[in-house]
């Protein structure tokens, strides 16, 4: 990371900020986050998008949330064709080593609404994958741009494959399931009435859908009792 670039980070830092993200992400360390706001980080990224965005990449290694944060919104978000893409998606793969790193990259990459097969068949090597972070990306890429009615079958027979019993692969597929259920409330029912998932996924997916606001008192009723 440039030195300019750090300097941004460091004026931009926020304590609250920073203790939230340590509270809320456990597995970061505290020298590993600086405290920058999600939007003033997408501001930077933004101008580096506009700059010599290939340098960056090169030249950052991941030591910071904020940095692997920045490499992500970067990857997602510069002009570069879709082979490309996926190399520095590969690229950054390993600094996903966090929740939030991960799920804001996933949400970020809008480029695959314009070529969704090929981003589908991108991330199917990665459900069974043996790393956690690996298989949450796969998972939040699901949920993020595949809950449609037209995947549903294909994205259940996924979810209901999965071999990694890691806790963030587990918290991912039951917000996957809640996502479904919201758009294909017919199909996500049926899965959940016929599937192999273990109970912990299985009542977290039924505990996701009874949080949203977007499922009716009368349906939440019914979710309820199917718990294990």
């Given amino acids: 990371m440039t030195d300019e670039i750090r300097a941004k980070l460091d004026m931009l830092a926020d304590e609250k900020a920073r203790f939230y ?23 930077i990224a933004k101008d580096i998008v506009k700059s010599d965005w290939q340098c960056f990449l090169q030249q950052a290694k991941g030591n910071t949330l904020e940095e692997s944060m920045l490499c992500g919104f970067v990857t997602a978000t510069a002009k570069m064709p879709d082979a490309k893409r996926f190399e520095h998606i590969r690229s950054f793969l390993p600094m996903i080593d966090n929740w939030m790193v991960c799920d804001t990259f996933c949400n970020t990459l809008k480029p695959t609404k314009q070529n969704e097969r090929d981003f589908w ?26 809950a449609r009615d037209e995947y549903a079958d294909r994205a259940f027979e996924i979810l209901d494959s999965l071999d990694n019993d890691s806790y963030y692969v587990k918290m991912a597929s039951a917000w996957a399931i809640s996502v479904y259920f919201v758009h294909c409330p017919e199909k996500t029912m049926h899965f ?37």
Avoid: C, W
């Fill in 121 to 146: 068949d991108f991330i199917l090597p990665y459900f069974h994958d043996s790393r956690e972070y690996y298989v949450r990306f796969a998972v939040v890429m699901l949920l993020s741009h595949f």
């Fill in 192 to 228: 959940l009435n016929n599937n192999r998932l273990d109970d912990f996924t299985f009542n977290k997916a039924l505990q996701k859908i009874t949080e949203s606001y977007r499922v009716s008192d009368e349906t939440k009723s019914i979710i309820r009792k199917m718990k294990r």
């Fill in 21 to 43: 993200v340590l509270r809320t992400t456990p597995t970061l360390q505290s020298e590993q986050v600086i405290g920058v706001k999600v939007p003033d980080l997408r501001k």
